[in-house]
């Protein structure tokens, strides 16, 4: 079963990619009207930097939330699973021997 944090990382990395998506199709659109000479190539760049601006923003503002919702979800990371797995280990190794000691 796949875990919610994996499900929510997923999903912002699809946020991502539509606005990387959706990025590529305005430069697109610009390169065709610098072209077309509908507007000038200064302009263009300005446009351009502005979109990348905002696409900028849009991800920490994605990344942000995703970190955020994480952080309120209180989830163990892997390296505490691995530590308290071992400790586990160690704690059965011990039984085992309390019992071996009283048998």
């Given amino acids: 079963m796949e875990r919610l944090s994996d499900i929510i990382r997923k999903i912002a990395l699809v946020e991502i990619g539509a606005i990387s998506v959706v990025n590529r199709k305005i430069e697109e659109i610009v390169k065709k009207l610098e072209e077309e000479g509908k507007i000038a190539e200064k302009e263009g760049v300005k446009i351009l930097s502005e979109v990348k601006k905002s696409i900028?923003?849009?991800k920490e503002e994605?990344?942000?939330k995703?970190?955020?919702i994480l952080g309120k979800m209180n989830l163990v990371t892997r390296s505490e699973f691995e530590e308290l797995k071992k400790e586990i280990e160690k704690l059965?190794?011990?039984i085992e021997k309390l019992k071996g000691d009283k048998g």
């Fill in 62 to 64: 994605i990344e942000s």
């Fill in 92 to 94: 059965k190794d011990e």
């Fill in 66 to 68: 995703i970190e955020k």
């Fill in 56 to 58: 900028e923003e849009q």
